[in-house]
């Protein structure tokens, strides 16, 4: 038999409910595809809310010494408080263990309704880099001896006249960083025969960041590859090659994805962008219930939704379980078990097309009926068999 331990933690708010669904879904699923031959050993790590209860840390050293040589976790959304209090743990995840891709497929499925007219239309890979931008997390409060230092510094050595009471955040961006998110964006798109890829970025504002992340993914696809991705001009000048490489600036994508989602298919983009568009594009095909993700390094991933712990609706049955089932879906393909996935994913197309579905999609789907998060489990485990 082939085992393989997978870590999970359960997550703050919606975590819990919809980690509950989550892994007895994928255990049905594996059971399923693959009777005794393959077995999945389940291991709880501790973080959040229910770590700090137990251990008085959000984030306790156990967890990441058991993270430090894993290569698989499940998570659920992880609580931040906004302006003060602890920093996000799921930034400090990504950056401990430089889980520098994330990766957030969006596809539609059939029968959810959704605020664009072809939903259908959107098939996209959102790569969106993990670790830099926003989330390096360099920032100082307005007023504070280390912002008004900073400004200072910038006004008297570096000719930039900025007010001294600004709070002030870096905006780092590297070579290394967009080379490595902009590579494995390439290698997805050849190795599952996608048609492009699309830089996002707004260079024509910040073109030392934005603009030099757009810079270096060409260089990268023209050095490592050049047999298989191609500019749009040289298609213009007749070359053949399965993958288009492109680039749009980030509030024209806005709008080429809701009007022409047919056209986009990889995306690879600097964190704060894809953080953007990998919600906006998750609501046009029915909303964050339905949008799976992958926080990926070199050596670890950890599969999350993309949504967070959602307090309005937490403790109430209510949350739609499909994102992190579909990141299960992920996992169960990233380690070869693309039986197991796929039954997973038929499964939630079923209850779709039979109209039962959790309230988010009920609320918008014409004579559907609600189930609660634990239901919806219960039925998917029950459609495969
Ligand atoms: P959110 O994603 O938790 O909720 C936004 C809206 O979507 C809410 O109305 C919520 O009810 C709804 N929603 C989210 N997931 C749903 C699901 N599975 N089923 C049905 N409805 C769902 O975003 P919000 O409110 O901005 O963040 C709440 C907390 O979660 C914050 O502390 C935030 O920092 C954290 N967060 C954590 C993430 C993570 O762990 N990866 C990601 C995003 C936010």
Same mark, same amino acid.
């Given at each position: 038999?082939?085992?393989? +331990? +997978? ?10 409910? +919809? ?6 879904? #994928? ?142 955040? =870096?905006?780092?961006? /590297? ?69 288009? =490489? ?30 953007? =568009? ?23 991933? #950890? ?9 309005? =609706? ?8 499909? /994102? ?62």
């Amino acid at each position: 038999m082939e085992k393989k +331990v +997978v870590y999970f933690i359960e997550g703050d708010g919606i975590g819990a409910e +919809v980690t509950a669904v989550a892994l007895p879904v #994928i255990e049905a699923a594996v059971r399923k595809a693959y009777g005794e031959e393959k077995r999945l050993e389940w291991r709880e790590l501790l973080a959040g809310d229910k770590a700090y209860k137990e251990t008085g840390e959000y984030l306790p050293q156990a967890t990441l010494d058991a993270l430090k040589q894993a290569d698989l976790a499940i998570k659920g959304p992880l609580t931040t408080p906004v302006g003060a209090g602890i920093r996000s743990l799921n930034v400090t995840l990504r950056q401990t263990f430089d889980l520098y891709a994330c990766i957030r497929p969006i596809r539609y499925f059939k029968g959810v309704d959704s605020p664009v007219k072809r939903p259908e239309l959107t098939d996209m890979v959102v790569f969106r880099e993990n670790t830099e931008d926003v989330y390096a997390g360099v920032e100082w409060s307005a007023n504070s001896k280390e912002a008004v230092r900073l400004l200072e510094f910038l006004r008297d050595e570096m000719g930039a006249d900025l007010d001294l009471s600004c709070g002030v955040g =870096i905006k780092p961006i /590297s070579e290394k960083g967009s080379k490595r998110l902009v590579r494995r964006a390439l290698a997805f798109a050849v190795a599952e025969g996608r048609k492009s890829v699309t830089l996002v970025h707004k260079g024509n504002i910040m073109k030392f960041t934005e603009g030099a992340f757009r810079s270096w993914g060409y260089d990268l696809a023209k050095e490592e590859f050049s047999d298989a991705v191609m500019t749009a001009d040289e298609a213009k000048a007749g070359a053949k090659k399965p993958v288009l =490489i492109n680039d749009v600036i980030a509030d024209a994508m806005f709008q080429q994805v809701l009007l022409y989602p047919g056209r986009y298919d990889v995306i690879a983009t600097t964190n704060l962008n894809g953080d953007y =568009i990998s919600d906006a594009l998750a609501a046009q095909v029915g909303g964050l219930g339905m949008a799976p993700g992958v926080n990926m390094g070199d050596s670890l991933a #950890i599969y999350e939704a993309t949504h967070g712990a959602a307090p309005d =609706i937490a403790g109430q049955d209510k949350a739609n379980p499909s /994102s992190l089932v579909l990141s299960g879906a992920m996992m169960l393909r990233h380690m070869g078990w693309g039986e197991a996935a796929d039954l997973m994913e038929s499964a939630v197309e079923q209850a779709i097309a039979d109209k039962k579905v959790t309230c988010d999609l009920a609320l918008q789907m014409e004579g559907a009926s609600e189930v609660g998060c634990k239901a919806f489990g219960e039925l998917l485990v029950a459609k495969m068999g």
